[in-house]
């Protein structure tokens, strides 16, 4: 009989299993054999890097600190990128982002023959067609069916490409998802006693569905949080972290020909989990609306300000249907911030209920405790928040509780993402389905972390560092870091929220890149070779990657780019132009070098325009005094 402990590899390596026995080498996109000849050489006097994300070997510009990987065929010119496809570095998860017609197409290569034919490629139909495991055959059918429902031909993504820059570099690194200081001393000290507690023996398996004390726990809380009383053991269901409770959800609720509507922009690991569950997603884009915008939709006085995201009903009334099985709903947002107000929500519930008995709600609610700008001047909402102040739960709405599963996990909440443990809480026919497919994913979470998050929980109520309880200081520690960070992005240029006019929760600030420093981003970096990027929608670096590669490069800070958090379509119709992705879950001292290393940004491309200048006004000087 297989160990319990060897059933998520056994898993996945049957969704993926192929029936060939020859390997293919994946080269940033490209799949080359075994035979394939790799120069062992250094070119261009270029060391090979090896990094956690990408292995490189790079050309150095001499005028700029940036390296150009150069992906070329033959000779001694041959640049060979190999790629990483599962580098972690935004909340431990990795994801591409296939074309929608990679599956009905069974792979094809869309992103990287785009990069390719920026590099003079050019890919035939039956080269795109090429299995992933079998670079010999033309037909993917070897390949397992959730790789064939990703697409078999995913190349780099925006988590390997930045995860690289992060190694590269000497960075303020504003990238990653999670806080880089230790969690609260109660839950260092709760996994420490857990972990010598001999009466209770945590370090073997315990129940499949959740350790008892922990499930527990999590219903006495959200009995409180949702006005339900919450069954603990049949409404909540434990799982290794938030992103597998959102897995499970999917593969419980989703057949072929579903279709899951996400609001855009979006988490990006939602797509990917929608396709392994053989959905399809519906993109409903929220709006951006600027501070200064009037009634024709224009800004005024040409100034670009930041703004607040908006749910138009009929943006969302429009792709509702009898095909909508699941809507998810992530609040506070990641990316931008955004707190879903109650109309909105309310808004959701009634199309939850338009689209029939089959649709319901996946509430995301991992950010919840960090809502550093709660909604103002609404009394039904207060009263709906009081066990979580400024958070709505979805599922304490009106008749929602039926149709609602509930996500959320320890990591933010105790800055402890590397615990990994998430859970789902809804009505018994909703979680029964999860309870039945566990088993067969993990036998369970581990039990040592289940009992330590079951003693912090009460513990976070009390009286903690002078405030009232734990969730209050989280808060205000986060509020204090937003407002760290805010200052040096408006000195250095971008357009951000005003936290006094918009709502906001998470760890991130979705800025805006305004006119000033579209100028000072140096020209070539939307140029070829700069722009040539297989990890970016379309293989195209567009305004918000080129920026933050910049960034990175040169300037020494380490952002997002918005265009992964949009759907491919609206990333390359320039959607996503205007904004990045910059976290401030991180110590004060990262964010200050941060802030230095922001100082004179949009002042940059004035000073290259004037060294420009002075270079050719001495240029015509040599040349009148009859100089060379």
């Given amino acids: 009989m297989m160990n319990h402990h060897l059933l998520p590899a056994y898993c996945f390596v049957l969704q993926s299993l192929t029936c060939t026995t020859q390997l293919a080498v994946s080269v940033n996109g490209f799949h080359l054999p075994s035979s394939t000849n790799i120069p062992q050489q250094p070119l261009h006097h270029a060391q090979p890097r090896i990094h956690h994300g990408t292995i490189r070997r790079t050309i150095t510009n001499t005028n700029s600190r940036s390296s150009i990987a150069a992906l070329s065929e033959g000779g001694d010119d041959n640049e060979i990128l190999a790629t990483d496809r599962a580098p972690c570095f935004d909340n431990g998860f990795c994801v591409s982002f296939p074309d929608d017609d990679d599956v009905e197409n069974n792979g094809t290569a869309e992103q990287s023959a785009d990069a390719a034919s920026s ?41 390997s490409e930045f995860g690289r820059l992060s190694q590269e570099y000497d960075l303020a690194n504003l990238g990653q998802g999670f806080p880089d200081w230790l969690p609260p ?10 972990t010598i507690d001999s009466t209770k023996s945590p370090h073997q398996y315990t129940r499949t569905a959740g350790h008892p004390n922990l499930v527990r726990q999590l219903a006495r809380r959200y009995s409180e949080h949702l006005g339900e009383e919450v069954d603990a053991m049949n409404e909540v269901a434990v799982t290794v972290g938030a992103s597998q409770a959102l897995y ?19 988490f990006d690991l939602y797509v990917n989990q929608i396709k392994l569950a053989g959905g399809t997603p519906v993109f409903v884009p929220l709006t951006f609306v600027p501070y200064n915008q009037n009634d024709d939709g224009e800004e005024q006085d040409d100034v670009v300000t930041g703004g607040t995201w908006i749910l138009e009903p009929e943006k969302l009334k429009e792709k509702i249907s009898s095909k909508t099985r699941a809507i998810i709903l992530n609040s506070p947002h990641n990316p931008t911030g955004k707190i879903f107000t109650l109309p909105e929500m309310e808004m959701i519930a009634e199309n939850v209920v338009n689209a029939g008995p089959q649709c319901v709600v996946i509430s995301d609610e991992v950010y919840k405790y960090i809502i550093h700008s709660p909604p103002k001047n609404d009394e039904k909402a207060e009263k709906m928040t009081e066990s979580s102040p400024g958070h709505v739960h979805f599922a304490s709405l009106p008749n929602m509780w039926d149709r609602t599963i509930t996500v959320s996990s320890a990591g933010k909440t105790f800055s402890a993402t590397g615990w990994q443990v998430g ?63 805010a200052e040096a992005l408006n000195d250095a240029g971008f357009a ?18 305004t006119p000033e420093l579209k100028r000072a981003l140096p020209k070539e ?36 780019p918005s265009s992964p958090f ?29 802030a230095l290393a922001l100082k004179g940004l949009r002042s940059a491309g004035k000073d290259d325009a004037d060294n420009a200048a002075d270079s050719i006004e001495k240029e015509m000087a040599v040349a009148a005094a009859g100089g060379v």
């Fill in 566 to 594: 949009f759907s491919r379509e609206r990333a390359l119709e320039g959607a996503s132009d205007e904004f990045i992705r910059v976290a401030f879950c991180k110590t004060d001292e990262t964010i200050e070098q941060a």
């Fill in 185 to 194: 001393d109660f839950a260092v000290e709760s996994l420490v006693s857990a």
């Fill in 496 to 513: 951000i929220p005003d936290y006094d006019v918009t709502p906001g929760g998470g760890f991130f600030i979705f800025a805006r890149i």
């Fill in 119 to 159: 590099n003079g490629k050019t890919i035939d139909s039956k080269s795109r067609r090429t299995s992933a495991v079998d670079s010999t055959s033309s037909s993917p059918s070897f390949a397992g069916e959730a790789i064939q429902r990703l697409g078999s031909m995913t190349g780099p993504t925006v988590w």
């Fill in 248 to 266: 499970l959800s999917l593969q419980t609720l989703v057949q072929p020909g579903d279709e899951v509507v996400l609001f855009e922009p979006f």
């Fill in 525 to 560: 970096r939307l140029e070829l070779p700069f722009c040539s990027n297989p990890a970016a929608p379309g293989g195209t670096a567009r305004l918000d990657w080129a920026l933050c590669q910049w960034m990175a490069e040169e300037k020494g800070v380490l952002c997002i």
């Fill in 423 to 485: 859970w789902c809480v809804g009505p018994s026919h909703l979680i029964a389905p999860i309870h039945q497919i566990l088993p067969y994913v993990q036998f369970c979470a581990s039990t040592v972390i289940q009992e330590a998050l079951a003693r912090s929980l009460p513990r976070a109520d009390e009286p903690y560092e002078g405030y009232e309880s734990y969730y209050q200081y989280l808060n205000e520690k986060y509020r204090r870091k937003r407002d760290l960070l």
